[in-house]
């Protein structure tokens, strides 16, 4: 049975590289690291139940545990080559893991495919349904996008739109309106598929001071970056970009609240000195994602908001760590 799995897997995500001088088969993948190029890696897990919810299709989970890895090159700045998956897999009726297995594996193929990542090898066990991916890129030395970069006076920024995720996730009612519901489709979308900034990230090195993917929430990882680099900063609540598939579904507070504690949105959040932000903007609107300007970087430390009656906020205390479910509606 494992065999065959792992065959299955072997076909679905099949990918040439001539990196690959060794593949899935053997005990170990036998890689070959370009001259010049340093190896950025990372490896995230994810729990059924904990990291997506119970009954989330297959192919979604199998995007998402590489999407969750190809962001975390992004925020390096590295391109992606290459991927190992551990998966855990409850005991099933063959043609129920059959089916799981195919839909993990076309899910993580579509995503492999459009960056070109091949996945060299794993493990497969049994036991509550986890799924850990472990990736590999290339980084030129000392041209990685680190935390600890970010200075006072440089400009704060996120590529796509926030929120998105943390509201997808929300079980709400959806109301009898077809645009109601296109517009949760469009959020659960983003929290199912999100989009890796793989392009982005290239188009930050040498020119953005820090980068963080945004997975835990705007607050809590752009706090990292200001723990990192020693400093402050100060967003405008108003600026925060937000989705008019978000901004349909709750009051605009509720939305703001969502991009800036909700998590899983995998954006790019940077720092950038303000003489080259134009043209950096400029770059990342040609590659679709765009980026938008949110904040500065202040002597200090921790992250406030002014809210558009001009009052701040201080993150991490209470009144922050919560999802207003309350102000949207059923
Ligand atoms: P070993 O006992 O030597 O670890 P396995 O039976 O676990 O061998 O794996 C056999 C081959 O299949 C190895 O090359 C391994 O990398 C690959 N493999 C196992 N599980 C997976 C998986 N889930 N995804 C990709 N490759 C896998
Ligand atoms: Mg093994």
Redesign the pocket.
Known sequence: M??R??DR??AL?AQARDDVRL???????LLAVPDGQQLAVAIDTLVEGVHFPVGTAPADVGWKALAVNLSDLAAMGATPAWA????TLPAQPADAQQARVDGLAEGFAQLARRHGVA??????TRGPFVLSVAVHGFVPPGQALRREGARVGDLVFVTGTLGDAAAGLQRLAVADDPDEENRRAVLRERLNRPTPRVAAGLALRGRATACIDVSDGLLADLGHVCTASGVGAELEASTLPLSSALLGCCDKAAARDYALSGGDDYELCFTVAPARAGELQADLGRLGCGATRIGRIVAGAGVRVRGEDGAWRASGRAGWDHFPDETLPG
């Open positions: 494992e065999f799995l792992i897997l072997q995500t593949g899935i088969g053997d005990d170990a993948a190992l998956l551990a998966l996945l060299v090898g794993g493990d497969t």
